[in-house]
C-alpha cells in the first residue's frame, strides 16, 4: 500500500511540475514577458509551484489564462479557481499544485511575488535551444 502511495505522490507531483513548464512556455509563445517558475515544495504549505508572468494586456492576459485553462483540463487537471478574469492587471488561475499569476507591469512590481518567494529555486522551463545543423552553417 505504501508503494502505491508514493507513486501516486510522485506521478502527481511530477504532473504539477509539466504543467508549470507548459504553462510558462504558453506564456511566453503568447508574448508574456519575464516568465518565471518558482519551485515552492517545502517552502509554501499553499501550493507546488507558482508561475509569474507579464502580460502585454488585459486581452493578452486574458488569451494566456484561457490557453492554460484549456491544456490543464486537456490533460486532466482541473482548475480550482480563476480570479481577475476582467482586470487588466492581474489573473490568477488556480490549479491547486501550480498556481499561474499573469500581470501587468505594473502589479507585477507592486506585489513583487519574487522578493516575497526569493528563496524558491527557479525551475528551468525553457525548451532546449535547437542546434544547427552542420550544412546550415557551411
Given at each position: 500500500?505504501?508503494?502505491r502511495t508514493?507513486a501516486?505522490?510522485t506521478a502527481?507531483?511530477?504532473?504539477?511540475?509539466?504543467?508549470?513548464i507548459?504553462?510558462?512556455?504558453?506564456?511566453?509563445d503568447?508574448?508574456?514577458?519575464?516568465?518565471?517558475?518558482?519551485?515552492?515544495?517545502g517552502?509554501s504549505?499553499v501550493?507546488?509551484?507558482?508561475?509569474?508572468a507579464?502580460?502585454t494586456?488585459?486581452?493578452?492576459m486574458?488569451?494566456?489564462?484561457?490557453d492554460?485553462?484549456?491544456?490543464?483540463?486537456?490533460?486532466?487537471?482541473s482548475?480550482?479557481?480563476?480570479?481577475?478574469?476582467?482586470s487588466?492587471?492581474?489573473?490568477?488561475v488556480d490549479f491547486?499544485?501550480?498556481?499561474?499569476h499573469?500581470?501587468s507591469?505594473?502589479f507585477?512590481?507592486?506585489?513583487?511575488l519574487?522578493?516575497?518567494?526569493?528563496e524558491?529555486?527557479?525551475?528551468r522551463?525553457?525548451?532546449?535551444?535547437?542546434?544547427?545543423?552542420?550544412?546550415?552553417?557551411?
Amino acid at each position: 500500500m505504501a508503494k502505491r502511495t508514493t507513486a501516486k505522490k510522485t506521478a502527481a507531483a511530477e504532473a504539477a511540475r509539466k504543467l508549470a513548464i507548459e504553462a510558462a512556455r504558453m506564456a511566453e509563445d503568447s508574448n508574456s514577458e519575464e516568465v518565471l517558475v518558482l519551485d515552492l515544495r517545502g517552502i509554501s504549505p499553499v501550493t507546488d509551484y507558482f508561475v509569474i508572468a507579464t502580460g502585454t494586456s488585459g486581452r493578452q492576459m486574458r488569451s494566456v489564462a484561457d490557453d492554460v485553462c484549456q491544456y490543464g483540463k486537456s490533460i486532466g487537471q482541473s482548475v480550482y479557481h480563476v480570479s481577475g478574469a476582467d482586470s487588466p492587471d492581474w489573473i490568477v488561475v488556480d490549479f491547486v499544485d501550480v498556481v499561474v499569476h499573469l500581470f501587468s507591469e505594473q502589479f507585477r512590481h507592486y506585489y513583487d511575488l519574487e522578493l516575497i518567494w526569493g528563496e524558491a529555486p527557479r525551475v528551468r522551463w525553457r525548451r532546449p535551444a535547437k542546434k544547427k545543423s552542420a550544412e546550415a552553417s557551411e
